[in-house]
């Protein structure tokens, strides 16, 4: 995120080996390695299950928490999946008006006891999401 905001200072703190960061090159490389897609995670319940497993009794405590983020209006087409990016999205719960997306409400689970935590969903918007 920080090469995207400042370019120039990311590449000064990568150069003079202030901070060890990786190429631009590498972060564009993973992140397009990771399928992103708004709605509920399919797989959240399978690996709550399976990290909870393990847990104690104490340590299975946890919190839904949500924060809705403003986003920079953008719109472009993934050439991987012919699909379009930066419109309206609420994974398929209901329908979407088309319009570029500025808004994203998270829902993420808190362990409260240990340094966990996963999110479950994500719905892009235009404004605020609505109660629906």
Not at 21 to 32: D, N, Q
Not at 124 to 129: E, K, L, M, N
């Amino acid at each position: 995120m920080f090469c995207y905001r400042s370019s120039t200072t990311y590449n000064c703190l990568r150069e003079q080996d202030i901070l060890p960061l990786p190429c631009p090159r590498t972060i564009r490389k993973y992140l397009s390695l990771i399928s992103i897609e708004c709605g509920f995670d399919k797989k959240f319940f399978q690996l709550l299950k399976k990290r909870v497993g393990v847990l104690t009794n104490e340590q299975k405590h946890g919190m839904l928490v949500f924060d809705e983020i403003f986003l920079r209006e953008s719109f472009n087409v993934n050439s991987q999946t012919l699909t379009y990016n930066g419109l309206e999205d609420f994974g398929g719960e209901i329908d979407s008006s088309g319009l570029k997306a500025n808004h994203a409400l998270v829902f993420m689970f808190q362990s409260l006891a240990l340094n966990f935590r996963q999110s479950i969903a994500v719905f892009a918007s235009r404004g605020p999401v609505k109660g629906t």
